[in-house]
């Protein structure tokens, strides 16, 4: 099964080694028929530090590093 690949922006790097990434998508509720916009935080892993609040990344599916991080960061799309 490949592994989820998910684009979104820095909200937080206080956490060392560590950002969090707000991913926001769109999808046609099933009933209704109206586009709802839904957001999501992720932790995703950051070795060097690198990545600021505001930057745009992609983070990819990986092996868990903690309890809620299990996503690491693969690039940064400017």
């Not at 990434?21 to 709802?36: A, G, T």
């Not at 092996?63 to 799309?77: A, G, H, L, R």
């Amino acid at each position: 099964m490949p592994k989820k690949v998910l684009h979104g922006v820095v909200v937080s790097d206080k956490e060392n080694k560590t950002i969090k990434v707000m991913i926001e998508r769109k999808y046609q509720h099933p009933l209704f028929k109206k586009v709802v916009k839904s957001k999501k935080k992720y932790s995703a892993h950051d070795e060097n530090n690198k990545f600021k609040v505001g930057d745009k990344v992609s983070i990819i599916e990986c092996k868990p590093y903690s309890k809620n991080k299990k996503f690491e960061v693969i690039e940064d799309k400017r």
